[in-house]
């Protein structure tokens, strides 16, 4: 059960809850999947304290290497501190592979390398289903201006760059992911940093030599065990100890 306190946010995967100081969140994981709009459901024993560890290994990698994000620091297995943002109301989705969505609407072969990593926005909005936008949509509804834009793509592509070749490093083809970006102020300037989570949740992994899935297309289609898939990818990172069986991961603070 997560702490009683202020709720601000509760997400598919995450809850926000008020942070100890000015301008913080305590982001908490959940153990929740889900898939298709929410219309697949399950609870995935120990998946949230996975993907916490994940998600603050790859914001301090971000942050190692001058990518500015939203995290602070872990507090606990399923909780980090992170500062609070004003969200662009858009997932930034980048494919390096054709994969799911983009392979169906062009009739790629998934797994088919394209020309160059793509960069294409989806709308937050779970009652419409998250719909593909054009940059021209989002200029107009003012949902970001030209300008951001811009930066977003720039620091779309370096998140890119970073984690291809982190991944890589372990056997691992980065196939696509999508980020989610925020707005902080220091005085009257604007920052746009990477914000929400990096995880198997929001990436597409396969195995590089035998192209075995070890992200949440293991859970959409029915894979396997979506635990043993992210502890896979954990223990490559060096996240996670080596564990004998399949268990749930059992992480020391």
Aim: charged share 25%; net charge negative; proline share 5%.
């Amino acid at each position: 059960m997560a702490p009683r306190r202020k709720k601000i946010y509760e997400g598919k995967a995450k809850i926000l809850f008020e942070g100890p100081e000015p301008g913080t969140l305590v982001q908490y994981f959940k153990d929740d999947a889900t898939a298709f709009n929410a219309q697949k459901k399950d609870v995935i024993d120990g998946k949230g304290v996975l993907n916490n560890r994940l998600s603050e290994f790859f914001m301090n990698g971000l942050t190692n290497v001058g990518i500015p994000n939203h995290f602070i620091r872990r507090l606990n297995m399923r909780e980090q501190l992170i500062r609070q943002v004003e969200v662009v109301p858009l997932e930034v989705i980048v494919r390096n592979f054709a994969a799911g969505s983009i392979a169906k609407r062009l009739g790629l072969e998934e797994g088919t390398p394209l020309p160059r990593p793509i960069v294409e926005y989806s709308y937050k909005n779970d009652a419409l289903g998250d719909p593909l936008v054009p940059e021209e949509y989002i200029v107009a509804f003012g949902w970001a201006s030209q300008q951001d834009l811009d930066d977003i793509v720039a620091l779309a592509l370096r998140v890119n760059d970073f984690l291809s070749g982190i991944f890589f490093g372990v056997g691992i083809k980065l196939v696509d992911f999508k980020i989610e970006i925020g707005r902080i102020w220091e005085g009257d300037f604007m920052r746009l940093i990477v914000a929400d989570e990096i995880s198997p949740d929001s990436c597409r992994l396969w195995d590089v030599k035998t192209g075995q899935k070890l992200d949440k297309d293991v859970f959409r289609r029915d894979l396997g065990s979506l635990t043993d898939a992210y502890s896979e990818v954990a223990k490559r990172l060096g996240v996670l100890p080596e564990q004998g069986n399949g268990a749930a991961p059992t992480l020391i603070n």
